[in-house]
């Protein structure tokens, strides 16, 4: 006989088997079931009702014998609810008897309903004289004992008759347990000889299926063999090729852990990868912030909640290690339902050479935009060079950090003026690390920018100290004006006030130098903008307003950052898409003013105020509006970029006006634009041929 064939014989002799002794059991606990429900759903209800109700009887006499007793008002009525309450519940008590009574039992009730309803009626009579204190309420009570029917001794016969009847549903129970369990054993016993004598058989078989599969295992080891070097043969050739791409590769389980296996250049740069490893530790080992980050990044990419390609630009595609630049790529694996098996690989390629060169490329045309702005304007770029290394001496050695941020602030937009990117780069990194709570400066870093930026000015050293030395370039306004004075013979002290004057800078160089960052922040954000200079041919003396000028890039910045619309927001309001900036310098009797003006949304107060409330500034009620706009970390945006969002540059400008002796203020209207006006003390300004 064929082993399957056995094998199905002895399947069906133990389904028979179990079905067997299932169906007995399941017959016998049927059985035992009614029984046990005849016990105590019916007769041991039955019995603890009756007993209920003799007990409910006996508690309302003595509950009338305590009314008897009773002195107080309080203590009757307190019996009449308890008498109350007994004659209720005894009622549902011979109710739920005579619900399961058999037949016989039918007179008995009939006689205790009878009893209760006269010992009702008598007990009222009774409480009635008790409470009018007549003395005839121990003779009504006594009356209660000469009811023709006991009802103690008609509950006592059934309480009896009661307990026989389950005594003998009972034996009647224990028998049919008997019963039932010799069957069950009986047909048990039966499947399992059944259960062995075809397991026997079966063994038989297998034994003689062994000796055959031992003699095919000798022939299965050698094919095994062969199988398994042409496997290891085929990984070294897979190995090699990955190898030779000189790319690190590294598996991605779907918990984001690491599957073990990688290539060599992963190997070299970050390690042996452990099987089970976070992948976000095997990148960034040393750094728990960017561990959580690159962890929550490719939880989201893995869970396939968003498409790859989407939720892929969350994740980082560069990283930096030691000298090492490196680029990452991520391709998804489908297809594979193994949760060992990767969901994803990770492809690092090495880019720090192209890096070394475009960083080249950058230095070098950083150089050429410094060489240009020297050649246009040499004393201007001596200027911007003097104003810098102020701003370095005073980030290098702040007050406290608020005058760091501002400083550090002022530095990042006055080098971006003159294209110096790589610094303020690293002015925006310094304020993104001072915003983290608890942070300090790292005085290392504040210190290198002084660094950075001086490495910037190699080779214009000599021009630089050209100009330092006293060289002068005389417009030919000036030139001219000379001349015809010479010719003229004006008087002597005239003349020599006038050329003493040509030392004196221009108002138009520092408001030039403003046009230009206004006119950098506009091709930064897409806006067309005309930025108009008028300076009224004012000269300013050497030193005036020394730390005002740095600042006041920031008033420019704001101007066309938040004040001007771009091209489509305009032309929807009525607006030429053209947006103008004004820069004007002008004098008074007794003041010297600089007014920085756009003709673009105005100030939305109420954006300013939510702003502070954001901040956990105060603004209920006396806050005015040139308060807010230049209050510390107010700003109107709500992400922090490169050029604005921080509310640092407006409070620089009116700290550094104030200390100048100044003062501010503010014209806004809405739709139609914003100007900031700042007055200074008027010093000795030169006038194109006057002096005042």
């Known amino acids: 006989m064929k082993l399957s064939l056995r094998f199905v014989l002895l399947i069906v002799a133990l389904l028979v088997g179990v079905g067997a002794s299932a169906g007995t059991g399941l017959r016998a606990l049927t059985r035992l079931d009614r029984a046990l429900d005849g016990v105590v759903k019916v007769d041991m209800e039955r019995l603890l009702a009756i007993t209920h109700a003799r007990r409910l009887f006996r508690s309302m006499a003595m509950s009338e014998r305590d009314y008897l007793l009773s002195t107080t008002a309080d203590e009757q009525t307190e019996l009449d609810k308890k008498i109350a309450n007994g004659a209720r519940e005894l009622q549902e008590q011979i109710a739920k008897y005579a619900a399961l009574m058999p037949s016989d039992d039918a007179p008995a009730i009939e006689r205790i309903v009878q009893a209760r309803a006269r010992w009702i009626e008598r007990d009222e009579r009774v409480r009635s004289a008790a409470r009018s204190n007549r003395a005839e309420a ?31 549903q009972v034996q009647a129970t224990h028998v049919v347990y008997r019963t039932e369990r010799t069957m069950l054993l009986s047909v048990a016993a ?41 496997l290891a043969a085929r990984e070294r050739a897979l190995r090699l090729v990955l190898d030779s791409t000189g790319d690190g590769i590294v598996g991605i389980r779907a918990d984001g852990t690491l599957v073990g ?87 690092m390629r090495d880019i720090s050479a ?15 935009n410094l060489v240009a702005k020297l050649l246009a304007d040499k004393r201007g770029f001596a200027t911007f060079v003097s104003d810098i290394e102020l701003l370095l001496q005073a980030v290098e050695n702040p007050e406290d950090g608020r005058a760091l941020r501002r400083n550090l602030h002022t530095l990042k937009g006055n080098v971006a003026v003159y294209g110096l990117n790589s610094v303020a780069a690293a002015c925006h990194q310094i304020e993104d690390a001072l915003e983290e709570p608890g942070s300090v400066p790292n005085f290392t870093d504040l210190a290198n920018l002084g660094t950075l930026f001086r490495s910037k000015l190699r080779g214009l050293d000599e021009f630089l100290t050209s100009v330092e030395r006293g060289g002068y370039e005389v417009a030919a306004g000036d030139y001219g004006a000379l001349i015809a004075s010479l010719r003229q013979r004006d008087d002597c002290e005239e003349i020599l006030k006038m050329v003493e004057m040509w030392s004196w800078p221009h108002a138009s160089e520092r408001l030039a130098r403003l046009r230009a960052e ?54 929807e309001r009525g607006k030429p898409s053209q947006a103008c900036v004004r820069l004007t310098t002008l004098q008074s009797d007794d003041a010297f003013v600089i007014e920085v003006e756009d003709d673009g949304r105005g100030i939305d107060g109420e954006a300013l ?9 105060d603004v209920s009620g006396n806050a005015s509006l040139i308060d807010l706009i230049f209050a510390e970390g107010v700003s109107s945006r709500t992400e922090v970029t490169e050029l604005s969002g921080r509310g640092i540059g407006l409070s620089a400008a009116r700290a550094t006006c104030e200390a100048e002796g100044g003062s501010v203020r503010v014209e806004t209207a809405e739709g139609r634009g914003t100007r900031l006006v700042f007055q200074f003390p008027r010093p000795r300004i030169q006038i194109e041929g006057s002096l005042s």
């Open 138 to 168: 121990p003779a009504l009570a006594a009356l209660q004992a000469t009811d023709p029917v006991s009802w103690e001794a008609v509950i006592g016969s059934l309480v009896n008759a009661n307990e026989q009847r389950l005594a003998q």
């Open 190 to 230: 039966l499947a399992v000889l059944c259960a062995a004598g075809f397991g026997y058989a079966i063994f038989t078989g297998i034994r003689q299926n062994m000796a055959q599969v031992l003699a095919l295992n000798s022939n299965l080891e050698g094919l095994v063999r062969t199988r398994t070097e042409a």
């Open 261 to 347: 296996e990688s290539s060599a250049a992963a190997e070299r740069w970050f390690g042996n990868p452990v099987a089970g490893e976070s992948c976000a530790k095997y990148l960034f080992p040393d750094d728990a912030k960017r561990q959580l980050a690159f962890a929550l990044a490719l939880g989201q990419l893995q869970d396939d909640l968003l498409p790859w390609e989407l939720s892929l630009d969350q994740m980082p595609r560069r990283l930096s290690r030691g000298q090492l630049v490196l680029e990452l790529d991520y391709k998804q694996v489908s297809g594979n339902a193994d949760p060992s098996a990767p969901s994803a690989l990770l492809l």
């Open 354 to 368: 192209r890096e070394r060169s475009q960083e080249a490329e950058r230095d070098a045309l950083e150089q050429q």
């Open 518 to 571: 206004a006119e950098y922040v506009a091709r930064r954000l897409g806006k067309v903008v005309r930025v108009d200079v008028i300076h009224h041919g004012l000269r300013i003396p050497p030193g005036y307003l020394e730390s005002f000028w740095p600042t006041l890039v920031h008033a420019v910045r704001n101007a066309v950052d938040h004040g001007v619309e771009t091209p489509s927001e305009r032309a």
């Open 609 to 617: 105020r939510r702003a502070a409330e954001r901040r956990g500034q």
